[in-house]
């Protein structure tokens, strides 16, 4: 039980090479959204076109959905989703950082804009 807790296998032994497997096996067969370690100003909001979340300084990061996803981020793209965030709160905003949100096969398919007090 000893050999096991301290972990005194040599490299290249039965015991080294299943220990290296089930690294493996967890790697690749554990779901993606298992950890469920997305901040949540990336999670786009399910209904509606807008959330609002309060970061660590208290400042607020909008994330915007994206009426339909698409594969490049332009500036076209940034500026429609800031129009959109524009519309929503009916002042206008002027964005210091912005982010794209991508889905699992690297759909664009929002934006987390914090916005300057």
Not at 42 to 59: E, H, I, Q, Y
Request: charged residues 25%; proline residues 6%.
């Amino acid at each position: 039980m000893k050999r096991h807790l301290l972990w005194t296998f040599e490299r290249g032994s039965f015991q080294w090479d299943m220990m290296c497997l089930l690294i493996l096996a967890f790697l690749f067969l554990i779901p993606r959204d298992t950890f469920n370690d997305v901040p949540d100003f990336m999670k786009v909001p399910s209904a509606g076109t807008l959330r609002a979340t309060p970061d660590r300084s208290g400042n607020t990061i909008f994330t915007v959905r994206l009426e339909t996803p698409s594969f490049l981020d332009t500036d076209s793209i940034r500026d429609t989703a800031t129009g959109m965030l524009e519309k929503s709160l009916g002042i206008p905003v002027r964005r210091t950082r912005i982010q794209p949100i991508r889905d699992w096969t690297g759909r664009l398919i929002g934006y987390a804009i914090w916005k300057e007090k």
